[in-house]
């Protein structure tokens, strides 16, 4: 089958691949009719993952018809169109049953790896590195889905690929970071990133009940769309001054939420962003928290920072003081997916949402190379990118 | 055992002779220039020490004592390094401590064009020169950092040598572990206490053969189809709370285990605490117990255990395709998992 194998820094390549075969008889076989490429695939591209190898499938986002099924898969049958979490869990351990599908102990049979790394082991994930259990990935047109009874989503005829494949990912993750806040009636959120998962932020945070929304990231395009299809209020951050900006938004008080939407590879100006990228080159900082010291720095007293941009390992100069005094709580994680899967569906069904806003760009799969290409250059307006077989 | 230990190919070694070929030409220059290396970093440290006054004209310090001293112990350490990486030409290892020595230079360059007294611009042609010879440094360290089949190995220290001679040394291996499992106490001790279970998530293990209710007979099996076996016992004994054993006397193989349960609090299900030791009395089989474990004895142990949990908790040991006991493999269709389980 074909697939999307990384090939080191800034190099993918889709390739012909053997076929996966069901290991365990609580997997699946998927055949992809739809996959996306995410901004945490970037990391990957980049280079900012560690344990990457040479011809690793890449992608965790998407969906496709059940082709296969384990003898003890109960929930699926040949034939059921599914959407597949992107955290591989396996529904029985404490974290699952808790709801917390993201830490599920028992998904990621290279944990000792990430022991090393973070102190205990969080879930396998597809295709992000061997650190998090080495599973292929679903940028392909076949993928592998252990425990198919816990992830996948099956959804309903009349909905399009399109409309339900963000719920993989991103919308769930967005979605996340929103109710991570704690929205109460009246609040301001903030949300840095206007990227696709900053997009669905925004949205979730009105969903949620936000008084206002306040979209920042230096695009015209993305701040755009925010303002457009969710309504939000924008700051581009290379016009303002944006803790100044935020200030005056909100009666001096700050925002009441907070939401880092981007992460590690984060972009800034001025002499702490030339230190960050200087540290990382030489590899004495794994990651820039530049956005994320920024929106705790903004924050109200008492407020919440809730983050969804992925980490890797160690940020310096992280603003510890402004935290402590003044009573921030900070929420992070990777998306808990399986819990949101359904109650997102129906939002989608009773049409309060289409999470299709987000795609810009149709490729076929052989075409991800290029899709990497254009969505890390964010060419042509390129929000998001969706392959299809 | 999946994926061959010790052997520097993945996939059950069907790599191509050429590739095989050219990446030895690979080592062979990058040691090459490992050396070349290590006799510019003598040649710069004799400087150094002889003429450090001459020297500091050249990259445009004013040559005060203090600066002297300075560059003379720079000298001496770069004597270092330079005999250091000749000792083991090939070792990435060694080879980066060149790289801690350009980053200090560099800094220390740094420190000097901040004063007016020196000659700035002398001074950036010898930090232009270090970060040359740093780039040099970084690149050769990277390629001694690949194998002889051009992969990054998760931790090039651990060769086969180095690990039998450790073990060799050391001559036991032990591993303390503690998991909180999902399941009731009795469960839990139930399925332990039948030790035909454990073959099941320990991966040296062959089989166990339960002889009569406090004897046993047990099989490891290496990489390479070799075995090693020995009779075992019931020491201890107490339902829900503890078993203890250990191999009998005169047995090839020491071998005890201990493990105690205890319920964890709420509903969190049972602590497990897990004690093995492994040991090969007056070393003969030392080499034996390494090929058993692989390259890294503890972590195997400690990932059989997580495979306990998974065996526990969803009825199966969890495996990926990336994943086949410490070789980084991934193409779909790799051999399945459930073929070790049998």
Redesign the interface.
Known sequence: ?KATCWRGRKKVRVEN??????????DAIVRITSTAICGSDLHLYNGFVP?M?????LGHEFMGEVVEVGK?VNNLKVGDRVVVPFPIA?????PC?NGMYSLC???N?????AEKLWGHSPC?IFGYS?LL????GGQAE?A?V??ADVGPLKVPEELSDEQVLMLADIFPTGYMGAEMCDIKPGDVIAVWGAGPVGQFAIASAYMLGAERVIAIDRFPYRLNMAKEKSGADTLNYEEVNVLEALKEMTGGRGPDGCIDAVGMEAHGHGPIYAYDRAKQA?RMETDRPIALREAITACRNGGTVSVMGVYGGFIDKFPMGSVMNRSLTIRAGQCHVQRYLQPLLDRIQKGEIDPSFVITHRMKLDDAAEGYDTFLKKQDECMKVVLTA | MEGGMGTQYSGGGHQRNDERRGSRRETKSARQLAKALAWFSIGLGIAEILAPKKLAGLIGIRAGSGTRNVLRAMGAREIGHGVLILMQPGSAARLWTRVGGDVLDLSLLSTAMASTRNERGRLAGAMAAVLGVAALDVYDSLQLSRNGNGRIEPSPRLTTRSIISRVSEARAIEVNKTLTIRRPVQEVYTFWRDFQNLPRFMNHLESVEVVDDRRSHWKARGPAGQTVEWDAEIVADVPGERIEWRSLEGSDVEHTGSVRFKTAPGERGTEVHVELRYDAPAGKLGAALAMLFGEEPRQQVQDDLHAFKQVMETGEVVRSEGTMKGRFIQHPAQRPATESLQ
Not at chain 1, 53 to 57: A, C, H, K
Not at chain 1, 90 to 94: L, V
């Open positions: 089958m691949v053997p076929d996966p075969e069901i290991l365990n008889a609580n344990s190898r040479s011809g690793d499938i003890s396996c529904g029985n351990c404490t049953l102990e028992n998904s049979p290279n944990a000792w790896m396998g061997h259990g080495g599973y292929p076949y592998r252990p425990f030489v």
